[in-house]
């Protein structure tokens, strides 16, 4: 089970560059669209791994949020290439396609529920829940307001943390009882 904190190690690194390349370069380049596609490919397998190191008791809260965040993150992996040959800005792509917003709003939520049952299952530090629930109500709001540094920023601490997670619950004894039980 291991290869899914992997992925999720990836895709949040995956996540952290775009943020860093589009800060860089000030807007959405290639690399910043095939680097968030590359995200949403590997966080949406990888979040499993991530429940799965706090999931050592039936944690239904972890799964329902799990299960939502993951599924909104495979449904989005074509949507940065299809922003990126569309000729829009993203905002514009959003603006003439809002059924994506569906999926950004099963995001939003499964994420709170995520962050949720992280400050509940007590594996991780609580303050990463906090990180999670607060940095995903961030970044919605910072998107509708076209804040994008503030977003940027903003995701780069989220996925971070999430990284961080990952590292952490490897590296604490209950994991590795947890995935030698599975």
Known sequence: ?????????????????????????????????????????????????VHLLQARAKNTLSAVGTTMASLSYLSLIYLPIQVMHSGLSASEFRAANP?????????????????????????FPAWTGVIII???????????????????????LLSSTIIYMCIWGCRQPQHHNAFSAQ
Not at 105 to 115: A, C, Q, T
Not at 138 to 154: C, D, E, K, S, Y
């Open 1 to 49: 089970m291991n290869y899914l904190v992997y992925a999720a190690i990836l895709g949040y690194a995956c996540w952290l560059g775009s943020e860093l390349v589009e800060i860089a370069q000030g807007g959405y380049t290639p690399t910043v669209y095939y680097l968030t596609a590359a995200f949403h490919a590997f966080a949406g397998i990888g979040i499993w791994g």
């Open 99 to 123: 059924v994506y917003m569906i999926p950004g709003m099963i995001n939003v939520v499964g994420l709170i529920l995520f962050g949720i049952a992280v400050v509940r299952t007590k594996f």
């Open 134 to 156: 607060s940095g995903i109500i961030l970044f919605a709001a910072a998107m509708t307001q076209g804040l994008h540094l503030v977003a940027n920023i903003n995701n780069i």
